[in-house]
């Protein structure tokens, strides 16, 4: 299954509003932003600064992550959009802690918008 553009967050607007107006969590691995989309499916962006390492384990922490999201979408309650600050100290997880701890941001945040709305 091929990661593609409608699951996404692309527009520059968008991130604004993520980072503006989405509920966030501190995963000590990354910083999960969350937010309900409207849309008809869950979108992913994650971000790796210069920080987090060489082109390469940035772009190895970016894959990793959109494999748990292709993971964990199909459970979400919600379509919600996903901003993710990948951090310095992320090589040293397991990629099972990081979707656990994926999984466990995404609940939480996600009941929190559920319980919002009623």
């Given at each position: 299954?091929?990661?593609?553009?409608?699951?996404?967050?692309?527009?520059?607007?968008?991130?604004?509003?993520?980072?503006?107006?989405?509920?966030?969590?501190?995963?000590?691995?990354?910083?999960?932003?969350?937010?309900?989309?409207?849309?008809?499916?869950?979108?992913?962006?994650?971000?790796?600064?210069?920080?987090?390492?060489?082109?390469?384990?940035?772009?190895?922490?970016?894959?990793?992550?959109?494999?748990?999201?292709?993971?964990?979408?199909?459970?979400?309650?919600?379509?919600?959009?996903?901003?993710?600050?990948?951090?310095?100290?992320?090589?040293?997880?397991?990629?099972?802690?990081?979707?656990?701890?994926?999984?466990?941001a995404a609940q939480l945040l996600i009941d929190k918008y559920a319980g919002q709305s009623q």
């Amino acid at each position: 299954m091929r990661f593609g553009k409608d699951s996404r967050v692309r527009l520059a607007r968008d991130f604004e509003f993520l980072k503006k107006n989405s509920a966030k969590v501190d995963c000590s691995a990354f910083v999960f932003y969350l937010h309900p989309n409207g849309l008809e499916r869950p979108r992913l962006a994650v971000i790796t600064s210069r920080r987090v390492g060489t082109a390469v384990e940035r772009n190895l922490a970016r894959r990793r992550l959109r494999w748990i999201f292709r993971q964990v979408s199909p459970s979400l309650k919600m379509n919600v959009d996903i901003l993710i600050f990948v951090r310095r100290g992320y090589a040293k997880f397991e990629i099972g802690q990081l979707r656990l701890k994926f999984e466990r941001a995404a609940q939480l945040l996600i009941d929190k918008y559920a319980g919002q709305s009623q």
